[in-house]
């Protein structure tokens, strides 16, 4: 395992916000959704694509609170470009849970 400073830690901007909108996204080469997430009046709201069809419907994300990383670049993926990148724990098989919140909190939170 590779170790990171402090300040590398600080550069990563991980914020929770709630899915507002989801749609399947069939020219993904491997099964996804595509994603609208509102982080709140200073964010506002970013895209993701995202592999999570394994464990989740859309009825599932829909209005669900999770936490992304959203200082990445920008990331072409078919004709969707992501703004955001979604995290979850990764299984072996690419069984991914999305990381979230126990209680409710405001949309473009910190995770620090």
Do not use: H
């Amino acid at each position: 395992m590779n170790q990171i400073t402090w300040n590398d830690f600080e550069k990563v901007e991980m914020r929770v916000g709630t899915i507002i909108e989801v749609s399947d996204f069939p020219e993904a080469r491997n099964p996804a959704y595509q994603l609208r997430i509102d982080f709140g009046p200073e964010i506002g709201i970013l895209k993701s694509s995202a592999q999570i069809t394994r464990r989740y419907s859309i009825n599932d994300l829909q209005d669900r609170q999770v936490i992304a990383v959203i200082n990445f670049p920008k990331k072409q993926i078919a004709s969707f470009m992501s703004e955001c990148l979604v995290l979850g724990a990764v299984g072996a098989k690419n069984d991914i849970v999305l990381l979230n919140t126990d209680f409710p909190v405001e949309n473009g939170l910190r995770i620090g």
